[in-house]
């Protein structure tokens, strides 16, 4: 058993640790907090070793709530640690990882030059294998990888250009934005967001836009891709769809579903009893896929809370040398109930009729 530490318990940490102590080869060795608050007491709750920075152990103390040692003896006592700190903190805390010779995975809003790699499990898994430092790329960056690699590996991507419509903040952020506006964001165009895809796709051609609007369930991508082969014209959408649908953590939403919003996928992930409610997969819209004079366009939506867990999950594996990237997708998947549809049955594709319906 490999044992994980995780040090910062926010939105991804407390996911994480709680996918880790689902797996089957690997256990949590603990969890560190800053404040005694809420998300500390859930963390004992749940059994999980708790740790604080040296220098606020009293304020645990005081508080009631009992720790076992410092983040430091934390990082000592992982054979690897998940730093899942706000932006910037990870890189700060690299030499403490370094000084115990713990390997470590960042975060996406970590510059990528805190690690040997920038990682997506279905993009460049090896990569990562036996790396010191990894970092997991952002809950966006993460959707995209995943949806472009299969479409490239078949048909080949000229370019790709992408509109992402960003969620202001999480649920549990009250001072994010905006409450009622509409931003370009970055105003700068094109946005930060291709090149991040670049850190685990070098050679894909991709330009994105971001906007950002007063919403806290998911991300919604608007997606366009040029490709190399369309088949002189005769590629069909179904092929597409078949090849999307086969395809680990993508959830193709079908139209009989009725859900068309993402507001209402939450619900469907809730209703599946998700912890959560988390949606780990991407979730394009059948009826939004569509191919006309080689360019392939789709609607996604990416849960930014929860898609990169999995990807956490299967960095562990890699720089712990457990598995290889099939089988530790399945192994996570498995553990996760991921491959389990968050719609309860399997809906067939609806036929979305001709152009005169
Ligand atoms: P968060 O604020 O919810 O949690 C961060 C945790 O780190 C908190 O428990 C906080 O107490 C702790 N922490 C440790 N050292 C700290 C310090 N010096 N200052 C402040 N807090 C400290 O953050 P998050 O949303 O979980 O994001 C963590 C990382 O995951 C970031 O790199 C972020 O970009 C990335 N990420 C976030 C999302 C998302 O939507 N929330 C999605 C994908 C990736």
Not at 174 to 199: A, N, Y
Not at 270 to 278: E, I, N, T, V
Request: glycine fraction near 10%; charged fraction near 25%.
């Amino acid at each position: 058993m490999v044992g994980v530490g995780v040090n910062g318990y926010g939105t991804i940490g407390k996911r994480v640790a709680d996918a880790i102590a689902a797996q089957p080869d690997m256990t949590v060795a603990g969890v560190a907090k800053r404040s005694p608050d809420a998300g500390a007491r859930s963390a004992l709750a749940k059994g999980f070793s708790l740790h604080a920075p040296a220098d606020r152990m009293d304020r645990f103390r005081d508080a009631g709530v009992p720790t076992d040692g410092t983040v430091e003896d934390l990082i000592a006592a992982s054979d690897v640690v998940i730093d899942a700190t706000p932006g910037g903190v990870g890189e700060q805390n690299a030499p403490l990882y370094d000084a115990h010779d713990t390997p470590a995975i960042f975060q996406g809003a970590e510059d990528p030059s805190v690690a040997e790699t920038s990682f997506t499990a279905r993009a460049n898994y090896a990569d990562a294998v036996g790396a010191d430092r990894v970092r997991v790329v952002s809950c966006n960056t993460t959707g995209l990888s995943r949806l472009l690699t299969p479409i490239d590996e078949t048909w080949g991507i000229e370019r790709v250009r992408v509109t992402l419509v960003r969620r202001g903040g999480d649920p549990a952020q009250p001072d994010r934005g905006p409450i009622d506006d509409i931003l370009p964001d970055p105003i700068e165009v094109p946005s930060h967001h291709g090149p991040d895809v670049q850190t685990v796709l070098p050679e894909l051609d991709i330009d994105t836009m971001g906007v950002t609007v007063p919403a806290t369930r998911m991300h919604l991508h608007a997606v366009s891709i040029t490709l190399e082969d369309d088949l002189d014209g005769d590629l069909a959408p179904e092929a597409i769809r078949d090849r999307l649908a086969g395809q680990s953590r993508l959830f193709l939403v079908p139209g009989d579903l009725g859900v068309e919003s993402c507001g209402g996928l939450k619900e469907v992930a809730k209703d599946a009893g998700r912890p959560r409610g988390d949606v780990w997969e991407n979730c394009i819209w059948t009826d939004s896929i569509a191919v006309s004079d080689g360019e392939l366009y789709c609607f996604q939506a990416i849960h930014q809370e929860a898609d990169v867990v999995p990807e956490n999950v299967d960095a562990v594996r890699a720089v712990a040398g457990l598995a290889d990237g099939p089988r530790s997708r399945r192994l996570t998947n498995d553990a996760l109930g991921l491959e389990d549809s968050p719609a309860a049955v399997d809906h067939p594709v609806r036929d979305v009729g001709t152009a005169d319906d």
